[in-house]
């Protein structure tokens, strides 16, 4: 089973990826990205950094590739051919999720959006991941950046969800799935993902 978890920015898709892989056996397909890396991110656990120069240099490498804030995001096409017969993730921008789901690549997407009236559980979602509890007064000034442009982005991103759900419906099995708290992603997208019927 493939499966390409998408949604609103900070809304929880690497922490399902994470949850996927660690309690049910799904393979993360790596990411590689000239993103800076995050204070809980770990190099080759789920994701590589690289160069931009290097992205570019050996694009026919990749499978699939986005771009997102001014970063670029790529997977490998020997990763995806070495687990051909596993239960696979990837997680993607809701940009690209018709290009995964028009890519004949058999990705299920899943996606997950927040309401933006709970803005502020998402907030304190990318504080967590900056760990902005932590960090100097210098590095808070360039983490409220981050969260303000990413939080800006989560309430453009949600005024066209209709048009991300109704593009599910081109799927057999893509689903989404409103996050109201951190419960919601074992209580509900997890339950769902180890029931399709192709698992």
Not at 68 to 92: A, C, H, P, T
């Given at each position: 089973?493939?499966i390409?978890?998408?949604?609103?920015?900070?809304?929880?898709k690497?922490?399902?990826?994470?949850?996927?892989?660690?309690?049910?056996?799904?393979?993360?397909?790596?990411?590689?990205?000239?993103?800076?890396?995050?204070?809980?991110?770990?190099?080759?656990?789920?994701?590589?950094?690289?160069?931009?120069?290097?992205?570019?240099?050996?694009?026919?490498?990749?499978?699939?590739?986005?771009e997102?804030?001014?970063?670029?995001?790529?997977?490998?096409?020997?990763?995806?051919?070495?687990?051909?017969?596993?239960?696979?993730?990837?997680?993607?921008t809701?940009?690209?999720?018709?290009?995964?789901?028009?890519?004949?690549?058999?990705?299920?997407?899943?996606?997950?959006?927040?309401?933006?009236?709970?803005?502020?559980?998402?907030?304190?979602?990318?504080?967590?991941?900056?760990?902005?509890?932590?960090?100097?007064?210098?590095?808070?000034?360039?983490?409220?950046?981050?969260?303000?442009?990413?939080?800006?982005?989560?309430?453009?991103?949600?005024?066209?969800?209709?048009?991300?759900?109704?593009?599910?419906?081109?799927?057999?099995?893509?689903?989404?799935?409103?996050?109201?708290?951190?419960?919601?992603?074992?209580?509900?997208?997890?339950?769902?993902?180890?029931?399709?019927?192709?698992?």
């Open positions: 089973m493939r390409a978890i998408t949604g609103t920015s900070g809304v929880g690497t922490f399902l990826e994470s949850l996927l892989s660690e309690k049910y056996g799904f393979i993360q397909i790596p990411k590689y990205t000239n993103r800076p890396k995050r204070p809980s991110e770990i190099e080759g656990k789920g994701i590589y950094f690289k160069t931009i120069e290097d992205l570019l240099m050996h694009k026919n490498e990749y499978f699939f590739m986005l997102y804030m001014g970063y670029v995001y790529k997977w490998k096409k020997e990763d995806l051919d070495r687990y051909q017969n596993k239960n696979i993730s990837i997680g993607i809701l940009e690209s999720m018709s290009r995964i789901i028009d890519s004949k690549l058999d990705f299920i997407p899943i996606l997950l959006y927040i309401d933006p009236s709970n803005i502020k559980f998402l907030e304190k979602r990318i504080k967590k991941q900056l760990d902005y509890i932590n960090l100097t007064q210098d590095k808070k000034k360039e983490a409220d950046t981050i969260i303000s442009k990413r939080l800006d982005a989560v309430i453009i991103e949600s005024k066209n969800i209709n048009n991300y759900i109704d593009a599910l419906s081109k799927t057999k099995y893509g689903k989404a799935f409103m996050i109201k708290d951190d419960s919601t992603l074992e209580s509900e997208v997890i339950p769902y993902i180890l029931n399709l019927p192709i698992n």
